[in-house]
């Protein structure tokens, strides 16, 4: 059975990040990626790419939050 979940791939931000094409839920604009004690944030934009999983939104790396400690 084929995986019907939407979604993205993730373009910029830090090159260690483990995956770059991401599930989506829920879609929105902004996507929010857990990393090394923080958060990196992708912003959709009006691309799209071909990937192995098919065609896929892009989203671009628009900032980077600390959590405190």
Do not use: C
Request: glycine share 8%; hydrophobic share 35%.
């Amino acid at each position: 059975m084929a995986d019907k979940a939407a979604k993205a791939v993730l373009v910029g931000g830090p090159e260690e990040l483990p995956e770059r094409i991401v599930p989506i839920d829920p879609p929105g604009d902004e996507l929010k990626i857990p990393y090394r004690n923080g958060y990196e944030h992708f912003r959709a934009t009006s691309r799209q790419q071909d990937t192995a999983e098919g065609v896929l939104p892009v989203y671009e790396w628009w900032e980077r939050t600390e959590l405190p400690g």
